[in-house]
């Protein structure tokens, strides 16, 4: 059995309610079943902030400090394969919302025939010609995040962005 973020009928309703929701509901059970372990796999790949819940637990108290004395790092890597997703994270015993509807909405566009290398390559092309096929790349043109981290939907990635540890920030250590 693989798992994924929510359920497949947990899906099927939010996409009864979604508008243009036919590429979801054409297809079949096996293929619904697959994009939604395609986009876990896609969620999962991302750099969440925080620790897995299982990590959590074992590495802080209930009121949030450091315990003592810490965990092993064999004791966390067994807390951290333990729990297969990375959701929940923290406290959280579920699965925010928000990510489940990110699963679903890469599951659409999985389904929707987006390829999100395809999508990355894309990325770079600045210039395409059709007679004698020729095709020019940027190699510096990142300007669709979210097609830069791969992910193949916009909604998806607004959703997931709060999760996502800042890049841009870093613990700096001076050891003597």
Not at 132 to 153: L, Q
Not at 171 to 176: D, G, L, P
Request: glycine share 4%; with cysteine; net charge negative.
């Amino acid at each position: 059995m693989y798992t994924y973020y929510g359920t497949v009928d947990e899906a099927n309703t939010y996409f009864d309610n979604r508008l243009f929701s036919t590429t979801w509901t054409s297809a079949n059970a096996t293929e619904r079943e697959q994009a939604l372990i395609g986009a876990t796999q896609i969620i999962d790949r991302l750099n969440f902030s925080g620790e897995k819940a299982a990590v959590y637990a074992i590495l802080y108290d209930s009121d949030g400090d450091l315990v003592d004395p810490a965990p092993t790092k064999a004791e966390i890597r067994a807390a951290y394969l333990s729990q297969e997703l990375e959701f929940p994270r923290g406290t959280d015993t579920n699965v925010p919302d928000d990510i489940k509807i990110a699963c679903w909405e890469v599951a659409y566009a999985l389904l929707d025939g987006i390829d999100p290398d395809m999508e990355a390559e894309n990325l770079a092309v600045i210039g395409q010609t059709i007679s004698s096929v020729r095709t020019t790349y940027d190699r510096n043109n990142v300007s669709m995040e979210h097609i830069a981290n791969g992910v193949p939907s916009a909604k998806a990635w607004r959703l997931l962005r709060p999760f996502l540890r800042d890049s841009h920030l870093f613990k700096m250590s001076r050891v003597t």
